[in-house]
């Protein structure tokens, strides 16, 4: 069984302060996906992690792949409030054709 | 172009009743899903379907059915409604893993 925690669940934060949120994810899988939720709202798709060692970024946000590990990171520099939301992690569990995800990171960013 | 469309957004039902949410992609989508969000838990998978006329069991397929008879459809019932499926409902379809794209979900209360 395929389990994905991610660390923090809850993060408030500073403006223009880093911050790194944690995906680690139990099986085998060389492909992840980073989501954004705003509140009352339907998933955006922000990253799609596809080999060891990936890394994507796109504005303040930087998602890393560490498939030995099992690890992947979202990395978040300098914030801003506009990226207050609930950022999920996915993994894809081909063995059962489809994708797990972890319970959510709920970020505040205050000013 | 206009994606992954789910019916109802709303619904409110009285335990017994039955109801069906319907999911249509125009996408040509071979795989399709449905989720649950709880609070705090992320989304747990139902069902899912890898092509037209099959349908397989998610993490939490318990008091759910499924059926997706055309490609671009795929329906979740619910036969008898518990209060315990109160929750929002997302579907999901991809080509195959490589990013799913959501529906804007159905908020279901079960009095």
């Known amino acids: 069984e395929l389990k994905v925690e991610q660390n923090p669940l809850f993060l408030s934060m500073q403006e223009g302060k880093n911050y790194t949120i944690y995906c680690n994810y139990s099986t085998t899988s060389d492909r992840l996906y980073w989501y954004r939720q705003d509140p009352g709202k339907s998933l955006e798709s922000l990253f799609v992690l596809l080999s060891n060692g990936a890394v994507k970024q796109e504005g303040r946000l930087m998602a890393s792949l560490d498939t030995k590990a099992r690890l992947s990171t979202l990395h978040i520099t300098a914030a801003v409030h506009d990226l207050s939301a609930t950022y999920f992690c996915?993994?894809?569990?081909?063995?059962?054709?489809?994708?797990?995800f972890g319970a959510g990171t709920s970020l505040t960013v205050k000013p | 172009n206009a994606g992954v469309t789910q019916t109802p957004k709303f619904r409110v039902l009285k335990t017994g009743q039955s109801m069906t949410l319907l999911c249509a992609q125009d996408?040509?989508?071979?795989?399709m899903y449905w989720y649950r969000q709880d609070p705090g838990m992320g989304l747990r998978l139902i069902h899912y379907s890898v092509g037209e006329g099959t349908t397989a069991k998610g993490e939490v397929p318990d008091g759910y059915n499924v059926s997706r008879l055309k490609k671009q459809n795929f329906l979740l019932g619910l036969e008898s409604a518990a209060p315990s499926q109160t929750s929002v409902y997302f579907c999901?379809?991809?080509?195959?893993?490589?990013?799913?794209?959501f529906g804007s979900g159905t908020r279901l209360t079960v009095v």
């Open positions: 996915a993994v894809d569990w081909r063995d059962n054709n489809d994708m797990r």
């Open positions: 999901a379809s991809s080509r195959r893993t490589y990013g799913y794209t």
């Open positions: 996408m040509n989508h071979e795989y």
